[in-house]
């Protein structure tokens, strides 16, 4: 059985309104065989926190075709997953970015509204 450690840490985490989706509930368990059939369980997990750019465009390609793509990516989004491949989008600091920032460089400041269409295109994707 897969146990995320938040699961362990926080009571109540998955009830109400502002619940969190657990891995279990997207994968299933190795119990159950759900879980053997999906490509981030057959591929390298190192695959899916990759640094490296073309490691990512892998493990999104690699979600293309999984049949439990959009619940995985709205459970990522409502746990705030810090990084990594999830649902065929590439997550940092809890939100969806476009791509890996290079080392050393400092970021970019945005205006708000580029901000708000990445939002909103992350709700469009959970919601599709």
């Not at 998955?14 to 969190?20: E, I, L, V």
């Not at 989706?21 to 065989?33: C, E, K, W």
Request: glycine fraction near 10%; include cysteine; charged fraction near 25%.
């Amino acid at each position: 059985m897969t146990v995320l450690f938040s699961e362990l840490l926080v009571p109540g985490w998955a009830q109400g309104d502002s619940g969190k989706i657990g891995l279990n509930a997207v994968t299933g368990s190795y119990s159950d065989g759900r879980a053997l059939n999906l490509p981030c369980h057959n591929a390298s997990s190192e695959l899916f926190f990759s640094e490296k750019s073309e490691e990512i465009a892998l493990a999104k390609s690699l979600c293309g075709g999984c049949p439990v793509k959009s619940d995985c990516l709205k459970g990522a989004l409502s746990r705030e997953e810090p990084c990594g491949v999830w649902g065929g989008e590439l997550f940092e600091d809890g939100r969806v970015v476009l791509r890996k920032r290079a080392p050393g460089r400092p970021r970019s400041a945005k205006p708000e509204d580029e901000l708000t269409v990445e939002i909103e295109s992350a709700k469009a994707l959970v919601a599709s």
